[in-house]
């Protein structure tokens, strides 16, 4: 497409494989059966994915428990009483928390795409979680015998090893998840952890040529479970001039949602650097209401304005389920909201005589 588009990531899960995780969990149902539902689930969703006219599809992040936790799940060195995240509407979104090394991934992401990659027709892209999400994992006090130095390089590596084996399998991009970058201006107003999560990141996208980093890209937004945010009241003003330091190609950024448009987009213009593409949010996953692609039209023409046509692509403002429980959102919407989107950057495009 003369305008690229491409989703975030997460589908809402159908109720079977809901019902079925609750059944893996209370040891109903054996890792075999578990594994049939989750490729059910992956098949249906592909298939309903390439029929929104979508170009680049994702496995709607089927088989994951969340975004957030997906390479660690079934560690036997984790606690649940981890880093709480607290949402707008009251509830909590909790971390786990490391209790011994050595640290390990358990399911890398590649072993997902694998799976998507089965069944796609289309080019697949792959979201993994951030090096900086997964540093909070680290207690505040030092584990015995497994310095923080120690656990953070270990991270490094495991996420070297992911997206490398991502794109060797030829994953359309690999989308960082950075959810905690407004996150963190919450939690710390001097933003030193944002930018020690900026470095930690970087540490990571240095491993990688800038033909590989073309390829990586970073999402960022406030967070998006059960029609609440946890970071939307911190500005992204706070947030934008060092997000344009990490060292991709590729920016997903929450838009559709944000109060005032173009003071988010003249910063965007003031920072994007050359040979860097940012993807506009042009639909807003929290709101029930489906978008008519004449609005999406008028989001792109909006951003058009400010982002030169060869840097700009649109996306979804988040995923629509990002944690695998979360059913505040239709599979039926989520699916008409991604084809509003398809043929309203095409309706954009057209209107800017760039089809």
Not at 161 to 181: P, S
Request: aromatic residues 8%.
């Amino acid at each position: 497409m003369a305008i690229p588009t491409e989703p975030i990531g997460s589908i809402p899960r159908p109720l079977p494989l809901i019902e079925a995780a609750g059944a893996f969990k209370a040891g109903r149902i054996s890792e075999g059966e578990m594994l049939l539902v989750y490729d059910a689930a992956v098949r249906d969703t592909i298939e309903q994915f390439e029929k929104t006219g979508s170009p680049v599809i994702t496995d709607g992040e089927q088989a994951k428990d969340s975004f957030a936790t997906y390479p660690i799940r079934g560690l036997d060195n984790l606690s649940a009483d981890g880093m709480s995240i607290a949402f707008a509407d009251g509830h909590i979104r909790s971390l786990p928390r490391l209790t011994r090394g050595p640290f390990i991934y358990r399911t890398p992401a590649d072993v997902y795409l694998e799976r998507a990659q089965r069944y796609a027709h289309v080019p697949v892209k792959q979201a993994i979680i951030s090096a900086s999400a997964l540093s909070m994992l680290y207690p505040q006090t030092a584990l015995p015998g497994y310095s923080r130095e120690e656990y953070l390089e270990a991270v490094l590596q495991e996420q070297e090893g992911e997206i490398r084996r991502c794109l060797q399998r030829g994953a359309h991009a690999v989308q960082v998840d950075f959810t905690e970058g407004r996150l963190s201006i919450k939690l710390d107003p001097t933003r030193r952890l944002l930018r020690s999560f900026i470095d930690l990141n970087n540490l990571v996208l240095e491993r990688f040529s800038p033909q590989e980093r073309r390829q990586i890209g970073i999402h960022t937004c406030p967070g998006a479970d059960r029609d609440s945010s946890h970071s939307a009241g911190i500005a992204y003003a706070e947030l934008l001039p060092s997000l344009f330091d990490l060292q991709v190609g590729r920016f997903y950024m929450q838009l559709a949602s944000e109060l005032d448009r173009p003071r988010v987009l003249t910063m965007v213009r003031d920072h994007i650097k050359p040979g860097q593409y940012v993807f506009v949010g042009v639909i807003d996953v929290l709101n029930p209401r489906i978008e008519t692609p004449e609005e999406v039209k008028q989001r792109v023409l909006e951003a058009a304005k400010y982002i030169p046509l060869n840097q700009l692509g649109t996306t979804d403002d988040c995923g629509f389920a990002p944690f695998s429980d979360d059913t505040s959102r239709s599979r039926d919407t989520a699916f008409a909201k991604i084809r509003a989107r398809v043929l309203g950057t095409q309706l954009a495009a057209k209107s800017l005589g760039v089809e």
